[in-house]
């Protein structure tokens, strides 16, 4: 979704092979149809959200409301902002998830600037 930033400069094997058009919906939105559509899945039950979504984290995260109001635990791909140009950063990340009563419990970030960070809602374990 997003050009390179310096994401070009610590991988120079990875490149574009072509560009694409598309319509996105809000987390919320897909969870609901996906629920109505499928009554046996209850959203209740959801409380695990994961996100490896190449910079687009905080886009994901600003329209997940309802998701993150019943989540538990957030498992998300972060980096140290710019890796793809427009992206967001740990910060970025840090700020909203602090919005909705989660914590970083555990974040490791590679010799490439990127990684991976769990947050869980204060008060659990």
Same mark, same amino acid.
């Given at each position: ?53 190449? *910079?687009?984290? !905080?886009? #994901?995260? &600003? /329209? ?11 498992y998300t791909e972060v980096n140290e902002g710019g890796m793809y140009k427009d992206d ?26 990127? *990684?991976?960070? !769990?947050? #869980?809602? &204060? /008060?659990?374990?």
């Amino acid at each position: 979704m997003l050009a390179f930033g310096w994401h070009r400069e610590q991988h120079p094997e990875v490149e574009f092979v072509r560009t694409e058009r598309l319509v996105t919906r809000r987390l919320d939105t897909v969870i609901d149809e996906l629920c109505a559509t499928h009554r046996q899945i209850d959203p209740i039950l959801l409380d695990c959200l994961v996100l490896d979504v190449q *910079g687009s984290e !905080l886009r #994901v995260l &600003q /329209g997940a409301h309802h998701c993150l109001l019943r989540a538990s635990y957030v498992y998300t791909e972060v980096n140290e902002g710019g890796m793809y140009k427009d992206d967001c950063s740990l910060d970025d990340i840090m700020a909203i998830m602090r919005l909705y009563r989660f914590r970083l419990k555990n974040l490791v970030i590679n010799r490439h600037r990127w *990684g991976d960070a !769990l947050f #869980v809602r &204060q /008060g659990l374990p």
